[in-house]
T-cell receptor
Framework: DQQVKQNSPSLSVQEGRISILNCDYT??????FLWYKKYPAEGPTFLIS?????DKNEDGRFTVFLNKSAKHLSLHIVPSQPGDSAVYFC??????????FGKGTKLTVNP | GAGVSQSPSNKVTEKGKDVELRCDPI?????LYWYRQSLGQGLEFLIY????????KSGLPSDRFSAERTGGSVSTLTIQRTQQEDSAVYLC?????????????FGPGTRLLVL
């Protein structure tokens, strides 16, 4: 049973528009949440994170929102650029150093 | 060497053979992690090292899998008697400290194919 779910395997958006990637988790013990971005044949690259004491964290074009009651987080990319096309993984941590990952969402930003 | 490096980048082996995968973490990073990504799946935790000791080996799928770390630096993941289901991308990550909420930086991975 998956502890972290990214229900959309893929997402396609137009350049300049907003991309919204979603992630749901099952365990309320998780208290740190991250997004990684992965290009083909490369390792995942850390993008942005948020701890459970906050509900929003912003870094340039990237914003992560956390809804603890719904056990849901989302990543907003505004404006989307073609270079943002990649697979985005949601990862969570709670009580141990290991990260638990979702299966990823492939984002395609069309010029 | 700014980032985490892994070797080999690709490995093709026959079922039943042993393989060794190597990870060089970022210099000065005390914590080292191994994950694997099977086709269509997310990254799956295998083992983590704090210095040369492994406080958490809970993700190793069977006793055919083992890992060691020497000198607080390089780590080797060994898979004995490989099976086809071991085919995956094996990813190594390191972090400066082995504490919670410390960012883990990943290497490019080793793509293992067992025929």
């Amino acid at each position: 049973d998956q502890q972290v779910k990214q229900n959309s395997p893929s997402l396609s958006v137009q350049e300049g528009r907003i991309s919204i990637l979603n992630c749901d988790y099952t365990n309320s013990m998780f208290d740190y949440f991250l997004w990684y971005k992965k290009y083909p044949a490369e390792g995942p690259t850390f993008l942005i994170s948020i701890s459970s004491i906050k509900d929003k964290n912003e870094d340039g074009r990237f914003t992560v929102f956390l809804n603890k009651s719904a056990k849901h987080l989302s990543l907003h990319i505004v404006p989307s650029q073609p270079g943002d096309s990649a697979v985005y993984f949601c990862a969570v941590q709670g009580g141990s150093e290991k990260l638990v990952f979702g299966k990823g969402t492939k984002l395609t930003v069309n010029p | 060497g700014a980032g985490v490096s892994q070797s080999p980048s690709n490995k093709v082996t026959e079922k039943g053979k042993d393989v060794e995968l190597r990870c060089d973490p970022i210099s000065g990073h005390t914590a080292l992690y191994w994950y694997r990504q099977s086709l269509g799946q997310g990254l799956e935790f295998l083992i983590y090292f704090q210095g040369n000791s492994a406080p958490d080996k809970s993700g190793l799928p069977s006793d055919r899998f083992s890992a060691e770390r020497t000198g607080g630096s390089v780590s080797t993941l060994t898979i004995q008697r490989t099976q086809q289901e071991d085919s995956a991308v094996y990813l190594c990550a390191s972090s400066f400290l082995s504490v919670l909420q410390e960012t883990q930086y990943f290497g490019p991975g080793t793509r293992l194919l067992v025929l």
